[in-house]
């Protein structure tokens, strides 16, 4: 099994992408459930939400504890190590949010990988919303789930152009993303 946690603030697409995520293995023929944290959240409260992925039946139902992956949708929240780093295992890896990429250092020594989301978000989408860029980067880094998978479930969730500048931020995402040592 394959687990996600994600970071990021109400209102960038936090929970959106763990769907996302989830939907795009579920169309490969894997098991996956989507975990939103809820709380008294508002926009640009700190949010988390979990997937998992296997090619066996999750019984599991609870927040991700000991993520293979952690993904930072907003660059803000990396002042918050301590949480962004709990539980993470020895081979875990991080992707996050980034202005500058090339200038990213990997965090506490995790394999890590970055990626400027937010100008993708803005040259594509005109707004600063960095999910789909971010799940992008993560199918790029990490080869989750297979690119198609993911644009069919972005299909799914949105509709005519609103699904095309969402597919083209996720192909920007994913060919942009850097690993980063």
Request: glycine share 8%.
């Amino acid at each position: 099994m394959i687990e996600v946690r994600w970071h990021g603030r109400g209102g960038q697409g936090t929970v959106t992408s763990s769907q996302l995520l989830a939907n795009a293995a579920i169309y490969e023929g894997k098991y996956a459930i989507h975990i939103p944290e809820f709380g008294p959240e508002r926009r640009g409260a700190p949010v988390r939400s979990y997937t998992r992925i296997s090619d066996e039946a999750i019984e599991i139902r609870y927040g991700v504890i000991n993520p293979d992956i952690v993904v930072v949708i907003d660059p803000t929240l990396l002042a918050y190590k301590d949480i962004i780093l709990a539980g993470l295992k020895d081979d875990s890896i991080i992707i996050f949010n980034h202005i500058d990429p090339s200038n990213a250092k990997p965090l506490d020594g995790y394999e890590s990988y970055a990626v400027d989301a937010y100008h993708i978000a803005m040259e594509v989408i005109g707004r600063p919303i960095y999910n789909t860029a971010m799940i992008g980067a993560l199918v790029g880094a990490t080869g989750i789930v297979k690119l198609k998978s993911l644009e069919e479930a972005v299909k799914k969730r949105f509709s005519g152009v609103l699904a095309d500048i969402n597919i083209k931020a996720v192909r920007r995402g994913a060919k942009e993303v850097i690993k980063v040592e």
